[in-house]
């Protein structure tokens, strides 16, 4: 409760809104408390917050998981996107969780895209959320600059 009480504070005293706020469970936590995270994520919800299930299909984020919670947004492992333009089972496994995120109301996003053949083929199966190295390097502190963003990869992908 308190990282809770401290982002509302936080929200308030900066005027950011809340619904642009996302709280993420990560796929190393392994939910022990099921009723618990059921808790945790009303209470986000009551408050206008959005919650994402990172790294899904790796480590405890499984399916398992998603028939006793629904997330926001479903973000799919890095794992499962390397090379998926060229490999026929990560396809089918990627176009079968698009169907079951689309099914319960949830935002698909592909992480560790790195290139823009990735991105076409996520785009065909309906993603339209990414992170990657092709869109930016990590960086602490601040955010990257437009002239590390090659924006040319999403335009001419429509």
Same mark, same amino acid.
């Given at each position: 409760m308190a990282?809770?009480?401290?982002?509302? +504070?936080? +929200? #308030?005293?900066?005027?950011?809104?809340?619904?642009?706020?996302?709280? #993420?469970?990560?796929?190393? /936590?392994?939910?022990?408390?099921?009723?618990?995270?059921?808790?945790?994520?009303?209470?986000y919800?009551?408050?206008?917050?959005?919650?994402?299930?990172?790294?899904?299909?790796?480590?405890?984020a499984?399916?398992?998981?998603? =028939?006793?919670?629904?997330?926001?947004?479903?973000?799919?492992?890095?794992?499962?996107?390397?090379?998926?333009?060229?490999?026929?089972?990560?396809?089918a496994?990627?176009? *079968?969780?698009?169907?079951? +995120?689309?099914?319960? *109301?949830?935002? +698909?996003?592909?992480?560790?895209?790195?290139?823009? /053949?990735?991105?076409?083929?996520?785009?065909?199966?309906?993603?339209?959320f990414?992170?990657?190295?092709?869109? =930016?390097?990590?960086?602490?502190?601040?955010?990257?600059?437009?002239?590390?963003?090659?924006?040319?990869?999403?335009?001419?992908?429509?």
């Open positions: 990282c809770l009480k401290l982002t509302l +504070a936080a +929200a #308030e005293e900066h005027g950011f809104p809340r619904h642009l706020i996302t709280f #993420e469970f990560t796929e190393d /936590e392994r939910i022990i408390d099921r009723g618990h995270l059921k808790a945790i994520i009303d209470t919800r009551r408050h206008n917050f959005l919650t994402a299930l990172d790294d899904f299909g790796a480590g405890y499984g399916l398992a998981l998603l =028939a006793d919670f629904q997330p926001d947004y479903l973000k799919i492992d890095r794992c499962l996107v390397d090379g998926i333009d060229r490999d026929k089972a990560r396809q496994i990627v176009a *079968g969780v698009m169907l079951t +995120a689309s099914q319960l *109301g949830m935002f +698909a996003v592909a992480e560790g895209v790195e290139r823009p /053949e990735e991105v076409a083929f996520l785009r065909a199966l309906g993603i339209r990414f992170q990657g190295f092709l869109f =930016a390097k990590p960086v602490i502190g601040k955010l990257a600059g437009a002239e590390d963003i090659p924006w040319h990869v999403l335009s001419e992908q429509g």
